[in-house]
């Protein structure tokens, strides 16, 4: 199910900055369990390795939202699939 899965927890991850408060401790926290409900084992190791080599920017909604692009970015050049700009992930996700 990953293909409907995946899509799914990318967008709840760009929709995140919108409503980001500024709590990084609550918002790290979120992240870990962000990371926990990646289906894939492999994926999940994936993801954490590369939260850890490109930490959050979780200086303001607008730095986290860029930080989203960039990581998704990152996966998207491994899979030889097309990026996109924080322009394109603001009228797609609504991200600040």
């Known amino acids: 199910d990953w293909p409907t899965r995946g899509p799914t927890l990318w967008a709840e991850l760009h929709h995140r ?7 990084t401790a609550a918002e790290l926290a ?5 990371a ?7 994926c999940r ?3 954490r390795e590369l939260v850890a080599r490109m930490p959050p920017d979780l200086t303001s909604a607008k730095a986290y939202a860029a930080w989203g692009v960039e990581l998704h970015n990152e996966i998207n050049s491994m899979r030889g699939v097309a990026m996109f700009t924080t322009a394109q992930a603001r009228d797609r ?4």
């Open 17 to 23: 900055p919108a409503a980001y408060s500024g709590d």
């Open 45 to 47: 190791t994936h993801w």
């Open 93 to 96: 996700w609504q991200t600040p």
């Open 30 to 34: 979120w992240l870990a369990d962000f």
């Open 36 to 42: 926990r409900r990646v289906p894939c084992g492999d």
